[in-house]
């Protein structure tokens, strides 16, 4: 693969937020990753932190929260190399760094979050956080001092991680809605288990399968919604928003993870594929984009490519 060629130098910061217009109609899609024609709903995707993001959205303007942040929970507690942490965890958040940088697990810190995300969300609204076993011991409360919980959800990734003890297994996602919602699911036949295996040899660190967030999505919106997700890292809630017709706001720290994104979510608007998972994906682009530390997708698509 050249991938000079597709090299394109970092977006910009960028100080607001152009929120999404006119959406398109929801679609209804059976499940799966969408291969027939699709209508165009937008994406906007920044390179910008989660607090200054959301600080750009105005009161109640959002439709949808799907996030996954940066928790340090259990891999501040692994003892990598003995005690430190090796590998690619060793970077993460450095420049050109394989692992993101993670935030504290600290409740206040989290609390102002959550409350940002209530104030974004329009009333009557739902909002899914994705937690590991100690971050939701530490987190879980303050969670519900601001939204009103209704499930602990745990996701059976199929196969044990690194470790001892009991190994892990699963995540969890707190399902809650805004404080007062009375929004109803679009199902009652939702259980609190999911299965979907994990994503192996992912394009980007804890890169999420489209298909759970898909879930999440057709069970929490109706036609014309906008998706968001301050931490949006490689773009999976964006595919999974866009694939369902809804329009996807979101932003990360880091402009390799928008970069991918953007590129991602453009590739999906135009050829209803996702480049990166399922029938669709773009063979040999996943390892390109993990073991190359400076590609960045462009708005062209990688010049070698194979179905
Ligand atoms: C667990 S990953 C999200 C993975 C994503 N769900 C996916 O499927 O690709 C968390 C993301 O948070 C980002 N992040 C870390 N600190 C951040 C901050 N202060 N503001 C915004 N994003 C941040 C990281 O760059 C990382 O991409």
Redesign the pocket.
């Known amino acids: 693969m050249t991938l000079a060629a597709a090299m394109t130098p970092p977006p910009k910061r960028s100080r607001s937020v152009a929120l999404p217009v006119a959406p398109a109609p929801l679609k209804v899609i059976s499940g799966g990753l969408q291969s027939a024609a699709c209508a165009p709903p937008s994406h906007a995707i920044h390179v ?3 607090m200054a ?1 959301l600080g750009t959205l105005p009161d109640k303007s959002v439709d949808l929260i799907i996030t ?3 928790y340090s929970g259990m891999n501040r507690k692994l003892n990598f190399g003995g005690g430190r942490i090796v590998g690619k965890y060793a970077s993460a958040g450095a420049a050109g760094g394989k692992w ?4 504290p697990d600290d409740p206040d810190l989290y609390r102002v979050f959550f409350e940002e995300c209530h104030r974004v969300l329009r009333k009557n609204r739902h909002i899914y956080v994705m937690f590991d076993n100690e971050s939701l011991l530490t987190l879980g409360p303050v969670f519900r001092e601001v939204f009103a919980l209704k499930s602990i959800i745990v996701w059976d990734k199929g196969h044990m991680g690194l470790g001892e003890n009991y190994r892990r297994q699963h995540e969890i996602i707190l399902f809650a809605k805004t404080q007062k919602g009375t929004r109803r699911l679009t199902s009652k036949a939702l259980a609190d288990v999911i299965y979907e295996k994990r994503i192996y040899n992912a394009a ?1 660190p ?3 399968p489209v298909a759970l967030f898909d879930r999440f999505v057709r069970a929490s919106v109706s036609s014309g919604f906008t998706v968001c997700d ?8 964006s595919i999974a928003a866009l694939q369902a017709g809804c329009s996807f706001v979101g ?4 402009p390799r ?1 928008v970069a991918i994104a953007n590129w991602r979510s453009k590739h999906f608007l135009k050829t209803c594929q996702d480049p990166l998972e399922g029938p669709g994906r773009l063979r040999g682009v996943a390892k390109a984009i993990r073991t190359s530390l400076t590609w960045l997708p462009g708005s062209e698509e990688p010049s070698v490519h194979g179905q």
């Open positions: 910008q932190d989660y993001f996954d942040p940066p993101y940088a993670d935030l980007y804890t890169q999420k301050p931490f949006a890292g490689s773009g999976s809630t932003a990360d720290i880091s993870a």
